[in-house]
């Protein structure tokens, strides 16, 4: 058990990608299904760290992962941040939120947490990104 071999290249390169954040842990269990919590935790834990997508979320409920309860919510928190790295990055990530909310689709989370880890350590300015995800929102 453990054994290197076992975990899957993409849950690797996620490690790889937004390593630099010391938690949550990214461990092979939380990466493969990750819990709405943990992506939360991640999200705000790469802002704390490296300045991306300051200011994205201004409202109390989104910035505390404990307000964040029904489905529509946790919705509109992901494809926030999603937005934010797709025009930070000029890309399109190929993901479906609902069924991140979910759980499933694990690996397309992922491939959202390595884009997440690339936008916020390339030194892009993400202001101009979080400003367009606010005025589309608004």
Not at 5 to 16: D, G, K, L, S
Not at 27 to 38: E, G, I, S, V, Y
Not at 76 to 83: C, E, N, Q, S
């Amino acid at each position: 058990m453990g054994d290197e071999a076992e975990v899957p290249e993409w849950v690797q390169r996620t490690q790889a990608a937004i390593g630099f954040i010391k938690r949550p842990k990214l461990t092979p269990a939380l990466l493969q299904k990750p819990p709405f919590r943990f992506l939360h935790d991640v999200v705000s834990e790469v802002t704390k760290e490296t300045g991306f997508a300051a200011g994205l979320y201004t409202d109390e409920a989104e910035v505390n992962s404990a307000k964040i309860k029904d489905k529509d919510s946790k919705i509109a928190y992901l494809t926030k941040i999603i937005k934010c790295v797709e025009f930070a990055l000029n890309t399109t990530i190929n993901i479906r939120v609902g069924k991140v909310v979910a759980g499933l689709e694990a690996e397309n989370t992922n491939i959202l947490l390595q884009a997440l880890g690339e936008a916020a350590t390339s030194g892009v300015d993400s202001n101009a990104a979080v400003q367009r995800v606010l005025e589309e929102s608004a």
